[in-house]
């Protein structure tokens, strides 16, 4: 067991009606002047966004607003958000919205209170930051766990690189979060964002570092939570207790709970994915779940008691007669029928996208040096490694 450091200031008013408070949350954190980040118009055919500027305006909040997130969000609407919360002396910043907007907001939130730096260097790891604008979030999707997490993760459209970066002031003020907002997302969008929730719990979970059994038996029931609700709402996606259950992993996933006492996980399979996001515009949590098993067959032997572990405690494997090869392989097996049964792909060619041999060169060299060189817990990977499992995922 590691030694570890663990801290959530993130606030958290879950539930229906929770974003009444909305007014009185920026207020308390010491906002006036309000920036309402948004996605690409669900939030405002839903009328989400009018009921929030309904609210901030009886609060007596002066807010604008910027709206057009995609998912896996862009460079260019940060400064776009940038040069706007500097027109207007904005002191607070509230995402509307998922992870791609939550990230946008965090980022916009760097950029405002550091004026004279480059954000994107915060991205290429060239600085570290020293003060960041508040931000808080209404969340609408369940996946990224961005509205309690230390990660900033945003795509330069123009070099095609996703880069993510970790702080501390990163960390959302608070998150209001009432699951009848995700009742209306679609089905793949739902499935991809359960992807997500599973794999922030096991990049922390395969890992040669070290474990502790208390994380790992929130990381299994976790796993096993969302397994099961994510086939309640595969056949009844009104389901609220389910949608409720699934928006709370989400910030359990990614807030660092599910990696204390551990030598901070994996994430190689994330780094992967990135590349795919940058190259092919992709669904993050649908690329996860493309890469995952060939990912996990190419490393498993270096990581065998954590594969075995997770066959028989998550994937409900029976042992009996069966060799550790076998178990973990088994268990393999399990989790990728479990994503083909809530529409998820297992392969590159099942996402949509078939990378030539150049391309896969070209997304293993960026891996690599976006990586510093090698990444990895259950296995270090590494150009190679890299390369032989974009192979695999073919």
Known sequence: MHNFEYYTPTRIIFGRGAEKCVGDMIKKYGGKRVLVHYGMGSAV?????GRVKQLLDDAGLFHVELGG??????LDKVRTGFAQGTLNQVDFIL?????????SAKAIAFALAEPKENVWELFEHKRTPKASLPVGSILTISAAGSEMSRNVVILNEQTKKKRSFGDALARPKF???NPEFTMTLPDYQTAA???????????????????MQLTD???????????HNANILRLNPKNYNARAEIMWASSLAHNGLTGCGNDGGDFATHNLEYEINGMFNTTHGAGL????????RYVYKHCMPRFVQF???VMGVDKTGLSEDEIALRGIEAMENFYRKIGMPTKLSELGVSPTDEQIQEMAESCEAATGGGVGSAQRIYFDDMVKIYEMAR
């Open 45 to 49: 055919k839903s009328g989400l966004i």
């Open 69 to 74: 997130v995609v998912p896996n969000p862009h």
């Open 95 to 103: 995402a509307v919205g998922g992870g791609s907007v939550i990230d």
């Open 175 to 177: 998150a209001i979060m």
């Open 193 to 211: 964002g359960c992807v997500d929730i599973m794999m922030h719990t096991m990049e922390r979970y395969f890992t040669n570092g070290g474990n």
């Open 217 to 227: 038996s929130i990381a299994e029931g976790l796993l096993k939570t969302v397994m």
């Open 289 to 296: 779940a493309a890469l995952w098993g060939s990912w996990a």
């Open 311 to 313: 066959a028989v405690n």
